[in-house]
């Protein structure tokens, strides 16, 4: 499995960015989709995560702000209010039954 990410750059905080993630290869065997980020400085936390049945979980920062969503073999992530914290790297995540695979990372950076 192959994944790809984009969406990311520069928004004032406030606005809103959607994140998208194209998996290639056994799409079939994919369970869960997810996001994870990474500030500066910090270590890699989890977002939020969808499974091929469509239940989530969200970290609670995001809550209530982000939304996550998977169509086929990609996974979208809707991210509004954005606030100068959620600045960061951020990387898709795909689980199979045997297997979890990254993409590489998009930039998101808020400014105050």
């Known amino acids: 499995v192959q994944l790809q990410a984009s969406g990311g750059g520069l928004v004032q905080a406030g606005g809103s960015l959607r994140l998208s993630c194209a998996a290639s290869?056994?799409?079939?065997?994919?369970?869960?989709m997810g996001w994870y980020r990474q500030a500066p400085g910090k270590l890699r936390e989890l977002v939020a995560t969808?499974?091929?049945?469509?239940s989530t979980n969200y970290a609670s920062s995001v809550k209530g702000r982000f939304t996550i969503s998977r169509d086929n073999g990609m996974v979208y992530l809707q991210m509004n209010g954005l606030k100068p914290e959620d600045t960061a790297v951020y990387y898709c995540?795909?689980?199979?039954?045997?297997?979890?695979?990254w993409g590489q990372g998009t930039l998101v950076t808020v400014s105050s």
């Open positions: 995540r795909a689980w199979t039954g045997s297997y979890n695979y």
């Open positions: 290869g056994r799409i079939s065997a994919i369970n869960v």
């Open positions: 969808i499974t091929s049945a469509g």
